[in-house]
């Protein structure tokens, strides 16, 4: 399927997910994240969820993050496709920005090579561990700048496609896509 198709199927079904489906799919998106070999590095970089578009609910992955005692990095727009890396700390104050997406006001920037796992946000996914985003390349641009190791986590609400048909150079797949029912592993990491 073409990206932009998806984009607008997806998005109505994550509308029609109810809010006690979403609480309980993103609990067992993080239980599920828990049998992937990524918990013993340092630096993990997390999106914090649009709240009206329904996505994953990534505060029980925090929570798990906070637990071991992990290097939390969040995303705050830059400029119109460019990510700032924050570190999360006590001190740290959020604020919704102009799309809804909560960020740090300011903070301690943390390079892009430092991140060893990202937790990547998407709409849709193919087995082939292709993802389809908000079309904006926020992502793909920050991961363009990874260390070329870095694990990409995907978390979706929905299984996999079969294909995604309209990929590009600049389209970065995932390492792992976990859902409330399966864990997907496309690479060797």
Request: aromatic share 10%.
């Amino acid at each position: 399927m073409l990206k932009k198709d998806l984009r607008l199927q997806y998005t109505v079904l994550r509308k029609e997910v109810s809010p006690q489906s979403l609480l309980n799919s993103s609990l067992a998106i993080s239980n599920k994240l828990l049998e992937l070999p990524i918990w013993d590095f340092e630096y993990y970089h997390i999106f914090l969820p649009i709240i009206s578009k329904n996505e994953v609910d990534t505060s029980f992955i925090l929570s798990i993050l906070q637990g071991k005692d992990k290097n939390i990095v969040l995303p705050k727009i830059r400029s119109k496709d460019r990510l700032q890396n924050i570190l999360l700390t006590d001190s740290t104050r959020l604020k919704a920005n102009s799309w809804g997406v909560p960020e740090p006001i300011e903070g301690v920037e943390v390079p892009s090579h430092k991140i060893d796992v990202v937790f990547v946000p998407l709409l849709a996914f193919d087995e082939n561990g292709n993802r389809v985003g908000y079309g904006k390349g926020f992502y793909d641009n920050f991961l363009n700048g990874c260390k070329k190791n870095v694990i990409k986590v995907g978390l979706s609400l929905f299984p996999a496609i079969a294909k995604i048909s309209d990929l590009n150079e600049n389209d970065i797949p995932l390492d792992y896509c976990v859902t409330p029912e399966k864990v997907y592993s496309f690479s060797s990491t």
